[in-house]
T-cell receptor, first 114, second 110 residues
Framework: DTGVSQDPRHKITKRGQNVTFRCDPI?????LYWYRQTLGQGPEFLTY????????KSRLLSDRFSAERPKGSFSTLEIQRTEQGDSAMYLC????????????FGEGSRLTVL | SQKIEQNSEALNIQEGKTATLTCNYT??????LQWYRQDPGRGPVFLLL?????KEKRKERLKVTFDTTLKQSLFHITASQPADSATYLC?????????FGDGTTLTVKP
């Protein structure tokens, strides 16, 4: 088991472009989460899936953000028409429920919007 | 709305001393509370989970308490070492979903 992997680790884009991040969770985990983190802040919840179903999406998340988890395995997070305020670390985490609730995080995808 | 506060942005202590970090929450009734460690540029790493019916939990040099009346958790690192220097995040949770505080950065000086 290689843990949670995220790709790309770094992405620099120009304002207005679309970006997509991929997360591969631990294989037996049925829950997958996306968080966003800016410098000096804790991870902010964006959305989560149980298997392929998206169970909750943050009300703070604009319509430019969309996430999918086809077949309940890997997940993608797409940001359309990026803005400078989207610059952040995007963290993916997975867990198994029912279980301890422990989240296993990836190393994150850092987005810089110029 | 839910609010999670962790004590002071930075905590500096001398090697060998006990570090005590505080997590307070409001407008929230978590079933459990987790603590994570985060190093610069890395994802958080799970340390401990304590449930609402538990008062205290220990793991090696780590101790966590959980007071649901005060809505507070304390996280202790005993015999601290420079390698313990990191940001520590508390995360109260329910039904598998956790909300994170902004963390406390701990620096342990030799």
């Amino acid at each position: 088991d290689t843990g949670v992997s995220q790709d790309p680790r770094h992405k620099i884009t120009k304002r207005g472009q679309n970006v997509t991040f991929r997360c591969d969770p631990i294989s037996e985990h049925n829950r997958l989460y996306w968080y966003r983190q800016t410098l000096g802040q804790g991870p902010e919840f964006l959305t989560y899936f149980q298997n392929e179903a998206q169970l909750e999406k943050s009300r703070l998340l604009s319509d430019r953000f969309s996430a999918e988890r086809p077949k309940g395995s890997f997940s993608t997070l797409e940001i359309q028409r990026t803005e400078q305020g989207d610059s952040a670390m995007y963290l993916c985490a997975s867990s198994f429920v029912p279980g301890t609730g422990e989240l296993f995080f990836g190393e994150g995808s850092r987005l810089t919007v110029l | 709305s839910q609010k999670i506060e962790q004590n002071s942005e930075a905590l500096n202590i001398q090697e060998g001393k006990t570090a005590t970090l505080t997590c307070n929450y409001t407008n929230y009734s978590p079933a459990y509370l987790q603590w994570y460690r985060q190093d610069p540029g890395r994802g958080p790493v799970f340390l401990l989970l304590i449930r609402e019916n538990e008062k205290e939990k220990r793991k090696e040099r780590l101790k966590v308490t959980f007071d649901t009346t005060l809505k507070q958790s304390l996280f202790h690192i005993t015999a601290s070492q420079p390698a313990d220097s990191a940001t520590y995040l508390c995360a109260p949770g329910n039904a598998g979903k956790s909300t994170f505080g902004d963390g406390t950065t701990l620096t342990v000086k030799p």
